[in-house]
């Protein structure tokens, strides 16, 4: 009987580690990240830390426009990168858009619409996006199955780091923090 279950215990485990990571379709046959979490404080207290994280996170979103305190919109890019021991170089560009709603103790991030272009090398030996543009929806041939397996793996964790920022900022209390920081009293050199 132990012998039996051992055996069991093994292909299951292949099994599990064997799956990818995908983002899930929405309705309109888009591959969407969402996360919808708690927050403890008010849209409006809110408002200055969303700000304040977009301009900290400015190379990777753009805000393009924003409804009052509870909605913002805005767009995406995110590089992929191969890398081997610390050496590596960009494999693909994610374009994307970005839309966080604000409710009262909720807020909903929705990252949608992946367009990805791949990079390739130039006569100059550097790392250049190529002028093809695909969808993440698009499913790959045979030949492409690996590569768009690693983008969809690298687009999944790059979302989540993305949106992990977002949640310890608006979770922590590091705007009030800032206010009263106190300027430290001067040093004097010559009484002791």
Not at 21 to 42: I, M, Y
Not at 106 to 133: G, S
């Amino acid at each position: 009987m132990r012998l039996l279950i051992i055996p069991v215990l093994l292909i299951l485990a292949q099994c599990t580690f064997a799956q990818t990571q995908v983002l899930p379709v929405d309705e309109r046959g888009v591959h969407t990240f969402l996360e919808v979490s708690d927050v403890a404080k008010a849209p409006k207290e809110i408002s200055p830390i969303v700000r304040k994280f977009f301009k900290s996170n400015s190379k990777i979103i753009k805000l393009r426009s924003s409804k009052g305190d509870t909605a913002y919109y805005g767009t995406g890019k995110l590089v992929l990168a191969k890398s081997t021991s610390g050496i590596g170089h960009p494999s693909a560009e994610v374009n994307f858009n970005i839309s966080l709603e604000l409710k009262k103790g909720k807020y909903r991030l929705i990252f949608t619409d992946y367009i990805l272009t791949p990079y390739e090398r130039d006569r100059y030996a550097n790392f250049v996006p190529t002028t093809t543009k695909y969808r993440l929806e698009d499913k790959p041939g045979k030949l492409n199955r690996m590569e768009w397996e690693n983008n969809m793996k690298m687009v999944v964790t790059e979302s989540s780091k993305l949106s992990g920022k977002l949640r310890s900022a608006l979770n922590s209390n590091s705007a009030d923090a800032g206010a009263e920081t106190k300027k430290p009293a001067a040093v004097s050199t010559t009484s002791w």
